[in-house]
């Protein structure tokens, strides 16, 4: 059976405060014997349970990053009770190109697992996860935003699991976790996903969506940072009082959530998100730019709810996802 060859620099399983980098050999033009190094923070006081915080799986997204980087720079190991491993950027290659997938294999860290340990560099980083940290995590929380090409209501999000208990105990998660909104979310494609990876192995796992458009901003930051101090607290990692103020719940029951372009051309958005919207609207036009004097194509809702993301870039292709409408449970 193959080994991973990703090797820590500091020790996981050591109490104190351990700052260092997963380095995963690489050979390359430029590097013989080059590597990849992915920077890692752990802290660690005694027995008690773990959180596994990660950031930039997907390499254009900052709210996580940000946020992480602080808890690494700032988390002393007499604050916790227990163990924090922060990785801010998951997929490293990937974050230092500004890019959704990886430069180097043009993986996709997010649909790639549980990797393999003698597979491309995206899948090796994977397998590391899988079979290293994640097993030792209790609590899993993956920061995401839309990137580049989607914008989202920031929530924290949840998924409908087969086993109940592990559904209610990410559920609670999510709720401490308390973003302006909080998703049951319904994947387009879970196979290969890191959620569906860690929630096989029995984890308490929540992730979010916090924006987009490639950039972060104060309050998607905020929003982050608080998040993750709250998700700590509730786990019994981390001591004090959780910052907390009104969720809304929103849920995606079903894949007529999800609307997608038929036609190339450039989007005119007719909603904004956070929009109530009734069975039937028009979420989008899609107007032709080879040529001049055509009607565009209508975009419709084919439900009723509230607009929860939506395409951001100006052009749009025929299979891009237009508008995601959830439903309100409040």
């Given at each position: 059976m193959a080994t991973n060859p990703i090797q820590p620099t500091i020790p996981l399983d050591d109490d104190g405060v351990h700052h260092g980098f997963l380095r995963l050999p690489y050979s390359r033009d430029d590097s013989a014997w080059g590597?990849?190094?992915?920077p890692i923070t752990v802290v660690k006081n005694g027995d008690?349970?773990?959180a596994l915080l990660t950031g930039a799986n997907h390499g254009d997204e900052y709210e996580g990053p940000v946020a992480l980087q602080e808890l690494a720079a700032t988390l002393s190991a007499e604050d916790v009770s227990g163990r924090v491993i922060i990785v801010p950027f998951f997929n490293y290659p990937a974050f230092r190109a500004g890019t959704r997938t990886s430069p180097i294999d043009k993986g996709n860290l997010n649909r790639i697992f549980p990797g393999r340990p003698d597979g491309t560099v995206t899948e090796k980083i994977a397998d590391y996860f899988a079979t290293v940290l994640v097993p030792r995590a209790d609590f899993i929380l993956d920061f995401h935003s839309?990137?580049?090409t989607l914008d989202f209501l920031p929530f924290a999000a949840a998924h409908i699991l087969d086993d109940s208990m592990q559904q209610h105990a990410?559920?609670?998660?999510?709720?401490?976790?308390?973003?302006p909104y909080s998703m049951m979310m319904r994947e387009i494609d879970s196979v290969g996903m890191f959620d569906t990876a860690v929630e096989?192995?029995?984890k308490v796992f929540v992730t979010t969506e916090l924006?987009?458009?490639?950039?972060?901003?104060?309050?998607s930051i905020a929003i982050a940072r608080k998040g993750a101090r709250n998700l700590l607290i509730h786990a019994g990692i981390l001591q004090g009082e959780p910052e907390t103020a009104r969720s809304v719940h929103l849920d995606m029951p079903d894949d007529d959530c999800f609307v997608f372009a038929m036609h190339d051309?450039?989007?005119e958005p007719c909603l904004d998100l956070g929009d109530t919207v009734e069975k039937g609207a028009r979420l989008a036009r899609v107007w032709p730019v080879d040529r001049t004097g055509a009607a565009p194509v209508d975009c419709h809702a084919k439900r009723s709810g509230?607009?929860?993301?939506?395409?951001?870039p100006g052009l749009v292709k025929a299979g891009d996802c237009v508008a995601v409408i959830a439903e309100t449970r409040d």
């Amino acid at each position: 059976m193959a080994t991973n060859p990703i090797q820590p620099t500091i020790p996981l399983d050591d109490d104190g405060v351990h700052h260092g980098f997963l380095r995963l050999p690489y050979s390359r033009d430029d590097s013989a014997w080059g590597s990849v190094m992915i920077p890692i923070t752990v802290v660690k006081n005694g027995d008690g349970p773990t959180a596994l915080l990660t950031g930039a799986n997907h390499g254009d997204e900052y709210e996580g990053p940000v946020a992480l980087q602080e808890l690494a720079a700032t988390l002393s190991a007499e604050d916790v009770s227990g163990r924090v491993i922060i990785v801010p950027f998951f997929n490293y290659p990937a974050f230092r190109a500004g890019t959704r997938t990886s430069p180097i294999d043009k993986g996709n860290l997010n649909r790639i697992f549980p990797g393999r340990p003698d597979g491309t560099v995206t899948e090796k980083i994977a397998d590391y996860f899988a079979t290293v940290l994640v097993p030792r995590a209790d609590f899993i929380l993956d920061f995401h935003s839309g990137g580049k090409t989607l914008d989202f209501l920031p929530f924290a999000a949840a998924h409908i699991l087969d086993d109940s208990m592990q559904q209610h105990a990410c559920v609670a998660a999510m709720e401490a976790f308390n973003a302006p909104y909080s998703m049951m979310m319904r994947e387009i494609d879970s196979v290969g996903m890191f959620d569906t990876a860690v929630e096989e192995q029995g984890k308490v796992f929540v992730t979010t969506e916090l924006g987009g458009g490639g950039t972060a901003t104060a309050r998607s930051i905020a929003i982050a940072r608080k998040g993750a101090r709250n998700l700590l607290i509730h786990a019994g990692i981390l001591q004090g009082e959780p910052e907390t103020a009104r969720s809304v719940h929103l849920d995606m029951p079903d894949d007529d959530c999800f609307v997608f372009a038929m036609h190339d051309g450039m989007i005119e958005p007719c909603l904004d998100l956070g929009d109530t919207v009734e069975k039937g609207a028009r979420l989008a036009r899609v107007w032709p730019v080879d040529r001049t004097g055509a009607a565009p194509v209508d975009c419709h809702a084919k439900r009723s709810g509230v607009l929860a993301a939506r395409h951001f870039p100006g052009l749009v292709k025929a299979g891009d996802c237009v508008a995601v409408i959830a439903e309100t449970r409040d």
